[in-house]
């Protein structure tokens, strides 16, 4: 059997990252509508879609196990598979943490109009940035990627927001929903980290450069232009 | 050549090890600063975790050289994989020690967690930390008779967390809204915590006997 050239390889796994992340992004959005609209059963969908997410990580990896035995990387390719087996084990987790979302939903309290507001965006933001990092791992560019990586702050605006609404004297909901509103606040902002790792694993992989490096230079370079 | 291999894959799990150690002394710490507010010890975690840090990069830069010099096949690339894994789940594990960190100074002088929760956090540290120090014994000497026992931790952990949010739900509750949120938090990183000891541990199972033990939640 001949061996798959590296490059196929490549490609193939680049595949199969977009994939995960639209996945991992369909998750959140379809966890964020059981949670808008209190449907258990919607939320049932999240979890039993989750193993499919998991089986295509398994699958990224064998590949780059495979291209790492058989093709004889060299350092950048080398770079290029280590960071692709990080990145599916961000995504799998990505989707983990839309079926944390989707069974808070199914335990059936109800979450408060004002914090489910702010979820609501939490969600779309969220997934938007899953559909961001699937184009950043097909197209693997990195002024895409940096833009993603900016995102992060707009996240964790919304948590402070959540955490303002749980400690202002004003919350009538009392202990119990407000834990609950807090972990959920903590899956949505998880869920974004993990696409901003995505997006960082990729301009690491394209560039050999941490992103903070890669944004200052790309920041310098244009305030001299 | 295959010594000099060996040789450097015996370097990389002394590092991963190492990190095991950092981060047990770093859960240990900010533990204590959580139940004693004590100020200097958060921020001996805080400024502490770059160390940590740090020592992800150099086994990272150690497990590429092992792969792009020796280009090890089927076992030795699963184990030096593995490692990169590793790496990434202890550097996590430090991570988390650091929020717990970050928590006692944000509310210092005042204590973040009413005495009737403080046992619960105290169980949950010592916990953590002993698997942590099992990971890294189990990294080093790639003796699975730890393994077991890290299982039945890693689900004391959980009972304890579910235990806690009993204590949080229940109506007689007196501390109010604010408490609760910080120890909602506080319970998820050190579950998380042992969540990722206990992966770093499935993985050396793997290694050794080539099956995985149960799914990997990290």
Same mark, same amino acid.
């Given at each position: ?225 | ?8 894959? %015996? ?41 940590? %840090? ?40 430090? %991570? ?58 890693? %689900? ?63």
């Amino acid at each position: 059997m001949a061996t798959v050239p590296l490059e196929q390889r490549r490609a193939e796994i680049a595949e199969l990252l977009e994939q995960m992340c639209t996945a991992a992004g369909a998750a959140l959005r379809t966890a964020t509508v059981a949670l808008r609209e209190e449907r258990p059963r919607l939320a049932e969908r999240v979890l039993a879609g989750d193993a499919a997410i998991d089986e295509l990580r398994a699958e990224v990896e064998r590949q780059a196990v495979t291209a790492m035995a058989l093709n004889a990387p060299v350092a950048g390719d080398l770079r290029t598979l280590v960071a692709a087996i990080r990145c599916a084990g961000d995504i799998e987790r990505m989707g983990d943490l839309a079926t944390h979302i989707a069974r808070s939903v199914q335990r059936g309290r109800p979450v408060p109009d004002e914090a489910r507001a702010v979820f609501v965006q939490m969600g779309e933001m969220g997934a938007e940035m899953a559909d961001h990092a699937a184009e950043v791992a097909r197209t693997r560019n990195v002024v895409l990627a940096l833009e993603l990586d900016r995102t992060d702050d707009i996240v964790d605006g919304y948590l402070r927001d959540v955490f303002e609404l749980t400690l202002d004297p004003a919350w009538g909901h009392g202990v119990e929903a407000a834990v609950d509103v807090t972990l959920l606040a903590r899956y949505y902002e998880r869920f974004a980290d993990h696409a901003v790792a995505v997006a960082k694993q990729v301009v690491y992989m394209v560039t050999g450069q941490p992103v903070e490096q890669v944004a200052a230079e790309l920041d310098g370079g244009a305030a001299e232009a | 050549m295959r010594d000099a291999y060996l040789e450097q894959l %015996d370097g990389l799990a002394e590092i991963l090890s190492v990190m095991c150690g950092q981060v047990a002394d770093a859960l240990e710490k900010a533990t204590k600063a959580l139940l004693e507010s004590d100020l200097q010890l958060a921020e001996e975690v805080i400024t502490g975790d770059t160390l940590v %840090d740090e020592t992800r990069s150099t086994a990272e830069e150690r497990a590429f050289a092992l792969l792009a010099l020796q280009a090890p096949v089927a076992t030795d690339l699963r184990i030096v994989v593995s490692a990169i894994h590793g790496a990434g789940d202890i550097e996590r594990m430090g %991570d988390l020690a650091l929020h717990v960190a970050q928590a006692a100074r944000r509310r210092h002088p005042q204590p973040v967690l009413p005495p009737e929760v403080a046992p619960y956090f105290a169980e949950m540290g010592r916990i953590g930390v002993d698997l942590a120090r099992k990971a890294g014994e189990m990294v080093r000497t790639r003796d699975l008779a730890a393994a077991t026992a890290m299982e039945a931790e890693d %689900d004391a952990m959980d009972d304890l967390h579910r235990h806690l949010f009993t204590v949080l739900m229940d109506h007689s509750w007196p501390h109010g809204v604010g408490p609760a949120v910080d120890i909602t938090l506080l319970g998820r990183f050190y579950e998380r915590y042992a969540d990722h000891a206990v992966a770093v541990a499935r993985r050396i199972v793997f290694i050794v006997t080539g099956q995985m033990p149960g799914p990997l939640m990290v």
